[in-house]
């Protein structure tokens, strides 16, 4: 946990402004089906989760896609600014989106093999459904 408050503190920052409103209870509503499909360039498959909604890339390889989730503000450590860390040497590679929402609670955005660019502008469109 050290390590990770480390990561997010030194991250390069994010803007990620709320815009608009999003309902906690239908997470798979904070991105669409569509809008996965067209940032992660494969057609996904969205099922609920217990804090948020997982994105599968349908294809060969499961275990594939993003996790878009909201998590208590206690549940881990996020600088004022939103970041993104790319882990690389985990398996799979993944990167994660870490942002702070109005209301102290944490989104949190993690895919396999994908970008920084790619992660961001998923939780962009996540972040802006929230107030």
């Known amino acids: 946990m050290k390590l990770l408050a480390a990561l997010l503190l030194a991250g390069s920052a994010v803007t990620l402004a709320p815009t608009a409103t999003a309902d906690a209870s239908t997470p798979c509503d904070w991105v669409s089906v569509r809008e996965a499909t067209d940032i992660l360039g494969q057609p996904v ?8 909604c997982w994105y599968a890339i349908s294809g060969e390889q499961p275990g594939l896609g993003i996790s878009s989730e909201v998590l208590a503000p206690e549940a881990m450590p996020a600088a004022a600014e939103p970041v993104c860390i790319t882990e690389p040497m985990t398996t799979p590679p993944s990167t994660t989106v870490i ?11 993690t895919a396999t093999y ?6 961001t502008r998923f939780a962009r469109i996540a972040i802006d459904r929230f107030s």
């Open 114 to 119: 994908q970008s920084c660019d790619t992660v």
């Open 99 to 109: 942002a702070r929402l109005n209301d102290n609670r944490i989104y949190r955005a």
């Open 45 to 52: 498959a969205a099922t609920p989760r217990q804090a948020g």
